[in-house]
Nanobody, 123 residues
Framework: VQLQASGGGLVQAGGSLRLSCAAS????????MGWFRQAPGKEREFVAA????????IYADSVKGRFTISRDNAKNTVYLQMSSLKPEDTAVYYC?????????????????WGQGTLVTVSS
């Protein structure tokens, strides 16, 4: 499956952005999906994940209550709605697909990765 992330940009602290990740190739609904991010000089970290059906979502503690992951299997797209953004949310955001049916935060279980989209939050 090929993944294309979009929607990044520059936003002020407290603002909102919605990231999208469009999938092509094999059946999108066969994959659990996740969002990860990597800030300069830091390791890639888990942000949010959603199960194949969309019925289960999990979040990193740092974004819980501010970010929402969702998916539209008819459009082969997964979204990350980000609100109340903070400067520490600045990073390149990556979407990823896993063959597991459940939502997982384990980076090693993701087989396919998008190219990343940069989110910059100014103070």
């Amino acid at each position: 499956v090929q993944l294309q992330a979009s929607g990044g940009g520059l936003v002020q602290a407290g603002g909102s952005l919605r990231l999208s990740c469009a999938a092509s190739g094999r059946t999108f609904s066969s994959y659990g999906m996740g969002w990860f991010r990597q800030a300069p000089g830091k390791e890639r970290e888990f942000v949010a994940a959603i199960s194949r059906s969309g019925g289960t979502t999990i979040y990193a503690d740092s974004v819980k209550g501010r970010f929402t992951i969702s998916r539209d299997n008819a459009k082969n797209t997964v979204y990350l709605q980000m609100s109340s953004l903070k400067p520490e949310d600045t990073a390149v955001y990556y979407c990823a697909a896993t063959g597991t049916s459940w939502a997982t935060r384990d980076r090693m279980q993701y087989d396919y990765w998008g190219q990343g989209t940069l989110v910059t939050v100014s103070s």
